[in-house]
């Protein structure tokens, strides 16, 4: 695996990357019964910082809080398992994956009493996930044939394993149809979100993105370019998006932690205004890299050192 570091922090110890081993029964193998996070750690002059760990950290207990899991660490020990990740391997920056899941607590979806649920956190040595020519020239994305789960199904808000099967769906269909990114609907056909990523649209200067109720995640990153867009003096309105503001929009970028702020040249082969990164997405870029670059002050305390 060309991914790997030396270390992943498993259950509360450092372990060698060959050794952090899981059994053929594990529960969340069977079920998707894991938990999840994505959070970046950015190269500054200060070293490697974390992009809103404390927020990650807290969506991820939210998480297991909705499917019952039994943790067995508190916020503090993942926490200060996500910097260990980064200086134990020595990395400048990084792509950093806490998960918890149901291990070998036996078979069967109903959890048995006094079971723990297992914890680890390992960092990638990742860059742009949509290519650095994609973050400048914007990507091609198309309208999934795939909806999103409906609510009282499975819930969105949780960043659960299983909820990944729809993003598998969505990704694959759209990169064997020659696309880059797909833009899923929601169970009532309106905009939700990429297999991934949350998307946002330009017109007229007024910045747009789906509410929470579109069976979407809530992203981080997308609450993010909410408050600089605003702090720019942009409106941003969170409304119901239906499926033909994607032909109409002057700009469409997707936010998340691997996407970043990642622009839309076109969507189903029609252009998304000029076919290029536009004025508004630009201008975000700039302030949003700045800030996780450590180039400007931090003013909404959003980077966490890796060293004490
Ligand atoms: N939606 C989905 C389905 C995702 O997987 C992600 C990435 N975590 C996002 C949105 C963006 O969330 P965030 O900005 O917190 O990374």
């Not at 007024?206 to 997308?222: D, E, H, K, M, Q």
Request: hydrophobic share 40%.
């Amino acid at each position: 695996d060309s991914d790997a570091t030396k270390y992943i922090w498993f259950n509360g110890k450092m372990v060698p990357w060959a050794d952090a081993k899981v059994h053929v029964t594990a529960h969340a193998l069977h079920y998707g019964s894991a938990v999840f996070e994505g959070i970046r750690a950015y190269k500054t002059a200060k070293g490697p910082q974390i992009f809103r760990l404390k927020e990650h950290i807290d969506r991820l207990f939210n998480s297991a809080k909705i499917y019952r899991f039994p943790v067995a660490q508190t916020k503090e020990e993942i926490m200060d398992a996500c910097k260990k990740v980064i200086t134990e391997n020595g990395l400048e920056f990084g792509y950093i994956r806490p998960l918890i899941f149901m291990g070998e607590v036996g078979l069967g979806v109903k959890f048995k009493k006094g079971v723990n649920a297992d914890a680890m956190v390992c960092a990638l040595p990742w860059g742009a996930y949509l290519g650095e020519e994609g973050l400048k020239k914007g990507i091609k994305a198309c309208v999934s044939s795939w909806r999103r789960l409906a609510p009282d199904t499975i819930p969105t808000e949780a960043k659960a394993a299983g909820n990944y099967l729809s993003s598998i769906l969505i990704a694959n269909e759209c990169t064997n149809n020659g696309y880059t990114e797909a833009i899923a609907l929601d169970s009532n056909g309106y905009v939700s979100e990429g297999s991934g990523e949350n998307v946002f649209f330009v017109k007229d200067n007024v910045i747009y993105t789906a509410p929470t109720t579109a069976g979407l995640l809530p992203g981080i990153t997308r609450d993010a370019v909410i408050k600089v867009a605003q702090d720019l003096g942009y409106e941003v309105r969170t409304q119901p998006l239906p499926r033909e503001f994607v032909y109409l929009a002057d700009e469409m970028f997707f936010t998340g932690t691997a996407a970043e702020i990642t622009p839309i040249a076109s969507v189903d082969g029609i252009d998304v205004g000029q076919g290029y990164r536009g004025p508004v997405t630009e201008k975000l870029q700039n302030a949003f890299f700045a800030i996780v670059r450590g180039e400007t002050e931090d003013k909404y305390g959003w980077l966490t050192p890796c060293k004490a």
